[in-house]
């Protein structure tokens, strides 16, 4: 029996290697966004051997930073970190760089993707995988950008959950390191202490970490919401491939420009509604002009579209459908009026705060009267200090009922609490029985 040549083994075996990877990219790509980053990774550990992958993709407003790997490496390469391997590179150039991760040099392999997202392997192994990373990568982050594109309802209770917990909580933290650093200050320019340059030296650091510290807890909220006005540019760019071929007139009214800044999610969600919305009205026939204007009142976005259509636009149609249920996500509210031979109006209001979440709004998950009352302020984003205030205990008693809560609920962290909380309410709102 002869045996197959050589070259037939080695051609067999690559296509098996390029199944393998196809797919692998298809489970990536079916995963879900919290989950991308171990898929990713579990992808690339034959090609790449790394300790460490982490993404920063901003377009994913409940979660921009997806990580996996070693712990202790994942927790120093911050959002700063990374925005700062970021500024250095450029787009479809994979880059390996020195830096210090946990106090010690490590090598990293960077890749900035056309969707402005970045991937970081530390420790990668040799250097004749990195071309193939590319194309992998900018399918990935594409990926991503659609996702948090489309905004569907189930990612805008999310995100809007995880943004609203993580900016609470870093306040919180600054806030107590603030205080901390107040304090030093304060003992350092006590007239008692009689070494004049030591002290001045010290308060000068202090001086700098307090402002940096102030700098970080602006920057993080800056990082969750997006001026009104830049908003509504990125949505007319986002119009303009839609529109190209159509022969419709568009005209777009400004929102003031002293208007509130928006949060990411209520952003996000606002765009695609407005997407959805257009292309729902120039399906109908005779529409030649289509009017969209934002307006903020301080609490609320408000979002105006007519067309001037003759058939107007049904609320019950398969097409706006799917922007009822983005809204609904946002605690937002649609309407829908048409005028027989002058067209349709849809008008959207969308708040730009949550609401407070009600115990009652909750089912009980098995938890106790004190944990749901430790739940449902969990979710209205206080930290363990706050609760302990409100409720009259310790916050080594918050502690322990919230580690009860996260096991009973079957989660890892307080955003991951908020989120079920906050899809529980907007089920229990629209009359729909989960679990």
């Avoid at 992958?53 to 970190?81: M, N, W």
């Avoid at 097409?319 to 309407?335: E, F, H, K």
């Avoid at 048409?338 to 909750?362: F, K, N, Y």
Wanted: net charge neutral; with cysteine.
């Amino acid at each position: 029996m002869s045996r197959p040549a050589r070259g037939t083994v080695a051609a067999s075996s690559a296509r098996g290697v390029e199944v393998s990877m196809l797919d692998g990219l298809v489970r990536v790509l079916r995963s879900p966004l919290s989950e991308v980053a171990a898929e990713f990774s579990r992808l690339l550990s034959p090609v790449v051997g790394h300790s460490a992958l982490v993404i920063l993709a901003e377009d994913d407003v409940g979660q921009p930073r997806k990580t996996f790997g070693a712990s202790d490496v994942v927790a120093a390469l911050t959002r700063p970190t990374l925005e700062d391997i970021r500024a250095g590179l450029d787009p479809g150039s994979p880059a390996r760089l020195q830096i210090r991760v946990g106090g010690e040099p490590r090598t990293v392999l960077a890749i900035l993707a056309g969707t402005g997202a970045v991937l970081v392997i530390v420790d990668p192994g040799a250097e004749d995988a990195d071309r193939v990373l590319l194309p992998l990568w900018q399918i990935v982050a594409l990926r991503i950008h659609e996702f948090a594109r489309q905004a569907s309802p189930a990612y805008l209770l999310e995100s809007r959950a995880m943004s609203s917990v993580r900016v609470e909580a870093v306040a919180e933290l600054a806030d107590q390191h603030a205080t901390t650093l107040e304090s030093l200050l304060s003992v350092l320019r006590s007239s008692s202490l009689d070494d004049h340059q030591a002290r001045q030296a010290a308060t000068r650091l202090a001086t700098d970490a307090s402002i940096q510290l102030r700098t970080a807890t602006d920057r993080v909220r800056t990082a969750d919401e997006e001026p009104v006005t830049q908003a509504f540019t990125r949505l007319r760019s986002d119009l303009l491939p839609l529109l190209r071929y159509r022969d419709v007139d568009v005209q777009f009214v400004e929102p003031p420009v002293d208007g509130r800044p928006l949060p990411s999610e209520v952003a996000h969600g606002a765009r695609a509604v407005v997407r959805g919305a257009i292309l729902a009205m120039v399906d109908q026939p005779n529409v030649s002009r289509i009017r969209v204007q934002w307006d903020c009142d301080g609490k609320n976005l408000l979002i105006d579209l007519r067309d001037d259509g003759t058939s107007g636009l049904a609320p019950d149609s398969h097409q706006v459908q799917p922007l009822s249920g983005r809204v609904t996500a946002l605690r937002g509210s649609l309407s829908i009026t048409t005028t027989e031979g002058w067209g349709s109006e849809m008008a959207v209001v969308l708040p730009l705060d949550p609401p407070s979440i009600q115990a009652d709004d909750l089912v009980p998950w098995g938890l106790a009267p004190r944990e749901l009352e430790v739940v449902r302020l969990i979710a209205d984003g206080m930290g363990n200090r706050a609760i302990a205030e409100c409720l009259g205990i310790s916050e080594n008693t918050v502690k322990f009922h919230a580690s009860k809560i996260f096991r009973k609920l079957g989660v890892t962290s307080r955003a991951q609490v908020a989120a079920r909380v906050s899809h529980r309410r907007a089920a229990f709102q629209a009359g729909i029985r989960v679990r």
